[in-house]
């Protein structure tokens, strides 16, 4: 609010961002470990004399922008909200009904959620029989499919209430204990299924907005960029025409490593800068993971860096998600829909694309086995070095790959 009364009294002046450890560091260059507002002052207006480079002017997106940021951020907060109450539900009914989620299909359906509002109770479940089938409430006729489910959660009440009723000297658990615990599960349901309904309202609340900022929706043509990735790039770039070219905007997204150099050493591979928001960083990974399936660049960027580089899974996607940075950045400055190409800059349909990453760039599964594994030192890739870990010529003990031509039909 006060960049913009300031925007509004001062519009021919420049507002720019105070990073705080950059503002700290030269306050304590100045002035030693005194703080204050006066020297807090003082450190600022020097700021621009002494750092004048490093000074990033403050964008005020318009108020459909700024609303639709909110509105991103919103829903990765309900859906982080969402995922945590799955996981405390799962790991709650799993130490008590062991084995009961794997039996179904889909541990969230309606039948699961139906069996966890009313049915954990495994006595009961036994007691009622298996005939009775009440712990699957469907609308329409049950199938094989549904009685071979039926079955399985059966069985593992039917383990349970074994064991339950072997133990039943110990006291620990009874009736009163299955009641409590069933208002329990069934509360956390309530809240989980009243934050899916908010998190569903605000993805439509999203999609207004952005249909009204982007009506040529080109976003959505780029491989991987969906109903909720494309709003919050949106959102995250603004305005395209601020970012001189693609490399400022990916420097601001943080998708890039960082680097250390001194004399004639120089250290890459680091890890990645931690600028920009970080529900970019998240709509990027989300994206260029689908997307390095159906565009060929994007997959021969991260076959190199699994084979040849001997990058695992989360490194060689920070290089997918710097393309893909982008890419998103070209489509909404040219204004036009994005456009599969091979690796030397043809035109492709989806189909060559598919045809294309299917028979040359397919990360073998034993090399994506041996990248999983954590210690890199064990893994030969790596030799440490002192204190430091040094890159070794990963490329000769890469498998080379076999290039395949690509049938006509």
């Known amino acids: 609010m006060v960049a913009i009364y300031l925007r509004s009294c001062h519009p021919d002046c420049r507002l720019v961002k105070a990073k705080t450890q950059k503002v700290a560091a030269l306050r304590r260059y100045l002035r030693g470990p005194v703080k204050s507002g006066r020297l807090n002052a003082l450190t600022l207006a020097k700021k621009p004399f002494i750092d004048p480079e490093q000074m990033d002017e403050i964008y005020l997106p318009p108020a459909e922008i700024h609303a639709l940021q909110r509105l991103t951020r919103q829903r990765k907060r309900l859906e982080s909200a969402i995922a945590a109450r799955k996981t405390r539900i799962g790991a709650i009914v799993e130490s008590y009904v062991p084995g009961v989620r794997k039996a179904f299909s889909n541990p969230w359906s309606a039948q699961a959620r139906a069996f966890l509002r009313c049915q954990l109770n495994p006595l009961s479940v036994t007691c009622d029989g298996e005939k009775a089938h009440s712990f699957l409430t469907n609308t329409r006729h049950r199938n094989k499919t549904d009685k071979a489910e039926s079955h399985r959660v059966?069985?593992?009440?039917?383990?349970?209430?074994?064991?339950?009723?072997?133990?039943?000297?110990?006291?620990?658990?009874?009736?009163?204990?299955?009641?409590?615990?069933?208002e329990e599960i069934a509360r956390e349901l309530r809240l989980m299924e009243l934050e899916e309904a908010e998190s569903e309202a605000v993805t439509k609340?999203?999609?207004?907005?952005?249909?009204?900022?982007?009506?040529?929706?080109?976003?959505?043509?780029?491989?991987?960029?969906?109903?909720?990735?494309?709003?919050?790039?949106?959102?995250?770039?603004?305005?395209?025409?601020?970012?001189?070219?693609?490399?400022?905007?990916?420097?601001?997204?943080?998708v890039v490593p960082r680097t250390r150099q001194s004399s004639e050493v120089e250290v890459k591979g680091l890890r990645m800068t931690k600028a920009g928001p970080a529900i970019m960083k998240w709509a990027l990974f989300q994206a260029g993971d689908i997307g390095r399936r159906f565009d060929p660049q994007l997959a021969?960027?991260?076959?190199?860096?699994?084979?040849?580089?001997g990058k695992n899974h989360k490194q060689a996607m920070g290089a997918v998600m710097s393309h893909l940075a982008a890419r998103v950045l070209k489509v909404l400055q040219d204004g036009r829909p994005y456009e599969l190409r091979d690796n030397e800059g043809k035109a492709i349909s989806p189909a060559e694309a598919?045809?294309?990453?299917?028979?040359?760039?397919?990360?073998?599964?034993?090399?994506?086995?041996?990248?999983?594994?954590?210690?890199?030192?064990?893994?030969?890739?790596?030799?440490?070095?002192?204190?430091?870990?040094?890159?070794?010529?990963?490329?000769?003990?890469?498998?080379?790959?076999?290039?395949v031509t690509i049938p006509e039909n």
Request: glycine residues 6%.
């Open 300 to 309: 021969s960027l991260y076959y190199r860096e699994m084979v040849y580089h």
């Open 354 to 403: 598919k045809k294309l990453i299917l028979h040359n760039y397919q990360v073998p599964e034993d090399i994506r086995r041996e990248r999983r594994r954590r210690n890199p030192v064990k893994r030969g890739y790596l030799k440490p070095q002192g204190t430091a870990l040094l890159r070794t010529n990963e490329a000769v003990v890469a498998p080379q790959p076999v290039k």
């Open 205 to 254: 609340r999203m999609e207004e907005l952005y249909r009204g900022l982007h009506p040529s929706d080109n976003l959505r043509s780029i491989p991987g960029v969906g109903r909720v990735t494309a709003p919050t790039f949106l959102a995250a770039v603004g305005d395209p025409a601020r970012f001189h070219n693609q490399s400022a905007f990916v420097n601001r997204t943080g």
């Open 154 to 182: 059966y069985l593992v009440c039917q383990s349970a209430a074994d064991i339950y009723q072997l133990s039943s000297r110990a006291e620990a658990v009874d009736d009163e204990f299955f009641s409590v615990f069933q």
